[in-house]
C-alpha cells in the first residue's frame, strides 16, 4: 500500500437539523485514505455512509471537521473552488447510473471528458470496460450492467486519482452486480486508481484492501485484508 494520503478526514462531524432535532449524520470520524487503495465503507441504512461519500466528494459540507485532498484543504472551499474539485479531482459511480438519455454511450462519456482538465483518450477507456461494440446504443438499449460499465466509463474517462462508487450494484442482479464489481478492481489495479466504495453488502468488503465500519454516524472499526478476494470468489 501507498504511503501517500490521499484523502484525510480528521473530526468530521455532519448535523443536520430538523424542526427541534438535531440528527447527528457523522460523528467525528477520523480516516486517512492512501493512493492506490481499495476502500470499503460498510454500514447499514441510515449508518452515514452517503453522508461521509458526499463529504468526500465535495458534493456536501460537514458541519465541523477538516478533510484535505493531496494535502489541499476542501473543507472551506467556496462553491466554484468545490466544483473545479469534483470535475477535476472525483470520479463518481451512482446506483441508478445518471445517464443522458438522449447521448449514446459514447457521447455520456465525451460529455464528462469535455469538462476535466486530463482526460484519457475514449477509445482506450471503452475497451477496458467492453463497451466498445455498444459505443453508439442510446441508454434504452443498454442492459442495467452495460448501463453501469458506462456510469464507469465516464468516471474513469476524466482521469481523476479517485473513484467514489454508492452502492454501484444496488440496482443489478447477482451475476451482473459480479461483473460490475470486477471492473471495479480492474479498475483500481490497471488504471491504479483509489477507489471507494459504500454498500450494506458485507461480502463486498472482501474484496476491499480496508473496511470501514460505520454505524450511528460513527466508525466502529476499520479491518485490514491482507489477501483480498477476486471479485468471482465473493457469495452473497
Known sequence: MSENV???CENLVKTYTMGEVD?????DVTLDIYEGEFIVILGPSGSGKSTLLNIL???DRATSGYVS???EDISDLSDKGLTEYRRNRVGFVFQFYNLMANLTARENI???TEICENPLKIETVMDEVELTERSAHFPAQLSGGEQQRVAIARAVAKNT?????????????Y???????KLLAKINQVFNKTVIVITHNAAIGNMADRVI???SGAVTEISVNDSPLDPEGIEW
Open 6 to 8: 490521499v484523502l484525510r
Open 23 to 27: 440528527v447527528h449524520a457523522l460523528r
Open 57 to 59: 466528494g465535495g458534493m
Open 69 to 71: 485532498y493531496r494535502g
Open 110 to 112: 465525451e460529455l464528462a
Open 161 to 173: 486519482g479517485l473513484l467514489l462508487c454508492d452502492e454501484p450494484t444496488g440496482a443489478l442482479d
Open 175 to 181: 451475476k451482473t452486480g459480479k461483473t460490475i464489481l
Open 213 to 215: 465500519h460505520l454505524r
